[in-house]
């Protein structure tokens, strides 16, 4: 396994299922935390995965605190536009958690404060924006951690 895609309270169908053909395709393994903002027989979800969901390697979680008990050891890394620090700085290792908050809001503040230490960003380039696609920005730390993990 390289590396664990992390999302926290998912709520586009799509995203999840761009993000889970994302981790077959890396070699990763994903990660759903409930709730989520949609039913995982979601025909979008399916379709946005295509024919590669019944492939993946996924584990799913009641609850935020059910994923950190579980977990509690593991090297992670969060992402938030409140970081200050960028991907490029993550000292990825094999096995890390990359863990993503959901697509309206982001993560908790609470678990910002608590791993402010390893939150990070990616950079944007415009001040016309304020984030990335959820999809686009999972796909960006994932292959970067590839990189430097390979």
């Not at 395709?25 to 409930?34: E, N, R, T």
């Not at 008990?69 to 890394?77: G, I, L, R, S």
């Not at 608590?114 to 990335?132: A, D, M």
């Amino acid at each position: 396994m390289a590396l664990n895609i992390v999302l926290f309270e998912p709520e586009i169908p799509n995203n999840t299922g761009n993000i889970g053909r994302l981790a077959l395709a890396s070699g990763s393994k994903l990660h759903l935390v409930k709730p989520f903002g949609f039913e995982l027989t979601d025909s979008r979800l399916k379709r946005a995965g295509l024919d590669y969901w019944q492939h993946l390697d996924v584990t799913i979680y009641e609850s935020t605190e059910a994923f950190f008990k579980m977990h509690q050891h593991k090297e992670f890394a969060l992402f938030s536009s409140h970081a200050t620090t960028s991907h490029w700085e993550i000292p990825f290792q094999k096995d890390m958690f990359l863990i993503f908050g959901k697509e309206s809001i982001g993560l908790p503040k609470s678990l910002i404060k608590k791993y402010n230490t390893q939150l990070y960003k990616i950079p944007l380039y415009s001040k016309h924006i304020r984030s990335l696609n959820l999809a686009n920005a999972v796909a960006i730390v994932v292959y970067e951690g590839l990189k430097k993990i390979n």
